[in-house]
């Protein structure tokens, strides 16, 4: 009779154990999922590439147009050494991204903020443009699509 009963002891106990575990293991899963959600919002939020600081895509802006630029996950630095993790800014006015190590070109729609500018004011005609943020490095090698942003803007009068 004792060991009957200490065979139930024992094997309530590892069932309640498990039980406890399970329930354990189930709690820590959903703290680290939603950790795991509070991070990726957050890394959302605070992701790598540039943006435009004052602009999003659509808005209504007369000429001239203040562009503040942004980057994060690089540093700026200005134009003519290569360094790992840093660039500077490029606009460029109704086009789209440089493929990453392309050279952007160097024209009067692709501007080049090689002395680290992180502002500037642009004159743009009435009606709609795109304007693409491209980050390159020290000699003007695109980061490639990751390191732009394009939004559509109107010039109003």
């Known amino acids: 009779m004792k060991f009957k009963l ?16 399970k329930n354990n293991e189930s709690g820590e899963e959903a703290i680290s999922a939603s950790q795991e959600k509070m991070a990726g919002s957050s890394a959302s939020s605070e992701a790598q590439g540039v943006y435009f600081v004052n602009l999003k895509d659509g808005d209504k802006v007369k000429s001239p147009v203040i ?9 700026i630095e200005p134009a003519g050494k290569v360094s790992v993790g840093k660039g500077h800014h490029h606009i ?23 002395k680290g500018q992180t502002t500037d004011t642009l004159k743009l005609t009435p009606g709609l443009h795109s ?16 390191w732009s942003k ?3 803007i109107t010039v109003v009068k």
């Open 6 to 21: 200490l065979i139930v002891l024992v094997v309530g106990l590892a069932s309640r154990s498990q039980s406890s575990k």
């Open 67 to 75: 562009i503040q630029m942004g980057v994060r996950g690089m540093s």
């Open 92 to 114: 460029i006015i109704d086009g789209t991204y440089i493929e990453n190590g392309q050279t952007v070109p160097m024209d009067k729609t692709h501007l080049h903020f090689g």
């Open 131 to 146: 304007l693409t943020l491209q980050f390159a490095n020290g000699v003007h090698d695109s980061y490639g699509k990751n």
């Open 150 to 152: 394009t939004i559509l």
